[in-house]
């Protein structure tokens, strides 16, 4: 990669655009992730259909397409603290490669040789034992 010098303003610049391109990413992976035990066309459901057909007690009926889940409130504030807190875990999760990439897209001109491949191998080992 090509060294370049860049000013604590352009420094800024290329953290918010980091920070944009996470915010953005967090939407699409609540609907596509978190939510989509909830629609019929989970691929569990798919695959628990196809193994236990209709005649197993113990199932739902998931080879139906209207199968879908419904979130119950029992609370005032119930579905917004889940929402926030799911999100927070799911988002951990998920997002920790990506946020780990993002830092090291960050960090990485600031560093010697050396030093690049010794973190890269850091954070490629850190990311393997988080999963």
Do not use: C
Not at 72 to 86: K, P, R, W
């Amino acid at each position: 990669m090509e060294e370049k010098q860049m000013t604590f303003w352009a420094h800024l610049e290329d953290l918010r655009w980091s920070l944009i391109r996470v915010v953005a990413v967090l939407p699409y992976l609540f609907d596509h992730f978190v939510l989509a035990p909830t629609t019929s066309d989970f691929p569990l459901y798919r695959w628990l259909s196809q193994i236990s057909g209709s005649n197993n007690p113990l199932l739902p009926d998931f080879s139906n397409d209207n199968y879908s889940v419904e979130i119950i409130n029992i609370n005032v504030a119930s579905q917004f603290l889940t929402h926030i807190s799911t999100s927070f875990w799911f988002a951990l999760v998920l997002m920790f490669p990506y946020l780990i990439f993002e830092i090291w897209r960050f960090v990485q001109p600031a560093l010697f040789r050396e030093e690049r491949r010794s973190v890269g191998l850091a954070f490629i080992g850190g990311t393997f034992m988080f999963f």
